[in-house]
């Protein structure tokens, strides 16, 4: 089955800074990557998504890349705000997803 | 536009106790439903999904059990509680793929 591997698991940054978190999976047949932000106490919020047909996607601060040779994609925050600090989680499948471990970002003003 | 609710939004209950945690969709019709566990400060792990009404998968075997009664319901629950059920229990809704996620229930088992 999917294996999904995140990291880091904490990244800590300046206000206005960038932030990349990457994650690897194992199942070449995976063709929708999401990504979630998870507020403490919250259900996870649906960000931004790729789909196998697709190298890059972007919306406005946020991006996603997807390398399928290398069965990896990363998400991208640029110019950071307090209120990205979030966990983010980056999943892998399709009719079912396969969820990384999340990566706590925090962003100190 | 679609909106998916969960209740209760937090419980606490006793070992050996039963459970029922409730989740349904509004604004779509025959959507794949899901149930995950979030343990604290984990990621999240499928327990149930359904792509239709009284079909029912289950990805960990384990003393819950889910139905769907009717088209947008979908039902967590379990006869006996153990202390290894506390967790964030959320549901899901898919279209296309894309998956939606509900508010959760926090469920602490004493």
């Known amino acids: 089955g999917e294996n999904v591997e995140q990291h880091p698991s904490t990244l800590s940054v300046q206000e206005g800074d960038s932030a990349v978190i990457m994650c690897t999976y194992s199942?070449?047949?995976?063709?929708?990557f999401p990504w979630y932000k998870q507020e403490l106490g919250k259900g996870p919020q649906l960000i931004i998504d790729?789909?196998?047909?697709?190298g890059e996607k972007k919306d406005q601060r946020i991006a996603v890349t997807l390398n399928k040779t290398a069965k990896h994609f990363s998400l991208h925050i640029t110019e950071t705000q307090p209120e990205d600090s979030a966990v983010y989680f980056c999943?892998?499948?399709?009719?079912?997803?396969?969820f990384g471990t999340g990566t706590r970002l925090l962003v100190s003003p | 536009s679609q909106t998916i609710h969960q209740w209760p939004a937090t419980l606490v209950q006793p070992v050996g106790s039963p459970l029922s945690l409730e989740c349904t969709v509004e604004?779509?019709?025959?959507?794949?439903l899901y149930w995950y566990r979030q343990a604290a400060g984990r990621g999240l792990q499928l327990l149930f999904y359904?792509?239709?009404?009284?079909?029912i998968s289950s990805e960990v075997p384990q003393n819950l059990s889910a139905s769907r009664p009717q088209d947008r319901q979908f039902i967590l629950s379990s006869k006996k509680l153990l202390l290894s059920d506390s967790g964030f229990y959320l549901c899901?809704?898919?279209?296309?793929?894309?998956?939606?996620f509900g508010p959760g229930t926090r469920l602490t088992v004493l």
């Open positions: 359904s792509i239709g009404i009284g079909q």
């Open positions: 604004g779509t019709s025959n959507p794949n």
């Open positions: 899901a809704w898919s279209w296309e793929g894309t998956q939606y």
């Open positions: 199942d070449s047949a995976s063709n929708y």
């Open positions: 790729i789909r196998s047909n697709v």
């Open positions: 999943a892998a499948g399709f009719q079912k997803l396969v």
